[in-house]
């Protein structure tokens, strides 16, 4: 990918495998599960990039790596000239800063046993970047600047809403004033209603703090409505990366294609309008994918030359990457 | 409605928890169609769900009571009739699909098993007749190897098969109502687009009547003919599909709406969000349960919960506020 001055994070040739193994008191690894397998994309400053795909694809295992909160099989994960990868104790904690996280599901990743003020604070007195009297002030602004009356910081997680408790996981994401954020599917718990709240607060602090997003989700419109660029991820792979326009105008992978005709438009005259392309059978298991290119099983045009040679992710136009071998195709 | 097939009337569904009674269900009313595709949309608790189950009396009891209602199937109805008669109802004449197959199907028996009982159950099959069907049916749902697979256990099947396997089940006493309670939320989009196809093809082959429960209105505007949208457990709107997206009226609709990013917008827009969360009432409103999100709310909304009234043909909303004008209706 070219390189351009812009880039806050560059991910190159990431994999991350996780083994299989069988065994009580002697392990052995019987196999791997590949989740992510060589993949390369990079995310500008100040924009939001959309990982999509479908459960199992590795968009979520893609966004943990790229913290470190896995440590990649191999490949670099460049972060503000700092490769996180070869970073560790010291340096890769004081990196952390910069790099925070919402998770999916605001039920799980709240410490039951904690007050919300303990919750968004505990960052602050992790890195004892302030004191007791600083941090109560800054949680009060936190929870100010999500959306919460600051007096709630005395309450615990259960006295809240789902939606209420994605805007405390935001405030803690926020506690460090980091300049990137994974968002792993930060609304897919969420009621409709709720939804677009949390997407117009993220959208409002991207502005006020000019922050990075990765945003990961499997629901196509929402990922189209957020981001800037959007990369489709299937298997392990990123089979496409555009611009999200063109991604839906004129997309080259024929998985892009079946996923976008998937997407329900709530509009019956629309819908009724769109060609469908309903794709065959399900993933296969990333334990031992498919030969060549991973798709295969399920292309509505694949070849015999799609099981011998995996299709290399290249830039079939500017800034228009794809894996297909037959992407000129639609060009 | 004469020629419904089912006519609910004033259904009130009421939970007993350790902090009051929850009124789920509050005084629902519908009819469905012989055929006819019914999409009932709505966010978690407001009584979609609840509506359905009570009327198959699948609601545990207690907690769960039917204060109040009918439930007429062709002229009886289905509240009144002891747990032996509805038996006979549930699974031959009105049949579930659940939305998750792997906690809806048995884990310790074959999937050949779970559809033959049925076929024994209600059709007086033999075993072996009961095999042979059940093979038909598999494949009617698209499951290749059908008679293979008969012997496999649910745990063998991928999410989407399973899912497959319960339409297979639930179409097998050849139903004239189908309940769906979000049978596609659960899966994955290419998935859903599957299963959404499979039943479009089953519906216009076999012609029961769906009614499908969902939160999700892009999946109502590719399947139902008719829409019902439930808020605090109330039917705040309800109109044909086409009319009801191109001049939706009621404000927690219009919300809805609003706050659903499409895949085909061109531009940025910002979603419009609805302020505050869905209500948990713990008495029945004497107010309407949306006014204390709604931006058009006035006085009145506060002081009297409206009625569905009419708007256009067959489209009702229950507001006092003509949207289209912010002026009283």
Known sequence: MAEANNVLLRVDNLVKHFPIRQGIIIQKQVGVVHAVDDISFDVKQGETLGLVGESGCGKSTTGRTVLQLYRPTSGSVIFDGVDLVKAKGEELRHMRRKLQMIFQDPYASLNPRMTVGEIVGEPLVVHKTASQKEIEERVANLLELVGLNPTFSSRYPHEFSGGQRQRIGVARALALQPSFIVCDEPISALDVSIQAQVVNLLEDLQKQFSLTYLFIAHDLSMVRHISNRIAVMYLGIIVELADGEELYLKPLHPYTQALLSAVPIPDPIADARRERIILKGDVPSPVNPPSGCRFRTRCPIAESICAEVQPHFREAKPGHFVACHFAERFL | ?329
Request: negative net charge; proline residues 7%; contains cysteine.
């Open chain 2, 1 to 329: 409605m004469s020629d419904a097939i089912l006519d609910v009337k004033e259904l009130e569904v009421t939970f007993k928890t350790p902090d009051g009674n929850i009124h789920a269900v509050n005084g629902v009313s519908f009819g469905l169609k012989e055929g006819e595709t019914l999409g009932i949309v709505g966010e978690s608790g407001c009584g979609k769900s609840v509506t359905m189950m009570s009327l198959l009396k699948l609601i545990p009891s207690p907690p769960g009571m039917i204060k109040n209602g009918k439930g007429l199937f062709h002229g009886n109805d289905l509240l009144k009739m002891s747990n032996e008669e509805i038996r006979h109802i549930r699974g031959s004449q009105i049949s579930m699909i659940f939305q998750d197959p792997m906690t809806s199907l048995n884990p310790v028996l074959t999937v050949g098993l779970q559809l033959e009982e049925p076929l024994i159950l209600h059709l007086g099959m033999t075993r072996n007749q009961a095999r042979e069907r059940a093979a038909e049916l598999l494949n009617m749902v698209g499951i290749p190897n059908a008679k293979d697979r008969l012997g496999d256990f649910p745990h063998q099947f991928s999410g989407g098969m399973r899912q497959r396997v319960m339409i297979a089940m639930a179409l097998s006493c050849s139903p004239q109502v189908v309940i769906a309670d979000e049978p596609t939320t659960a899966l994955d989009m290419t998935i859903q687009a599957q299963i959404m196809d499979l039943v479009r093809r089953l519906r216009d082959e076999l012609g029961m009547a769906i009614i499908w429960i969902t939160h999700d209105l892009g999946v109502v505007a590719g399947l139902a003919q008719r829409v019902i949208v439930m808020y605090g457990g109330f039917i705040i709107e309800e109109a044909p599909v086409k009319e009801l997206f191109a001049n939706p009226q009621h404000p927690y609709t219009l919300g809805l709406l609003g706050s659903l990013p499409r895949v085909d917008e061109m531009g940025h827009h910002r979603l419009v969000s609805i302020d505050g969360s869905p209500p948990v009432l713990y008495e029945k409103p004497n107010h309407c349960p949306f006014a204390p999100r709604c931006k058009w709310a006035m006085e009145k909304c506060w002081k009297e919960n409206p009625p569905l009234l009419g708007i256009g043909i067959e489209h009702r909303a229950a507001c006092w506020v003509d949207t289209r004008t912010g002026s009283a209706r």
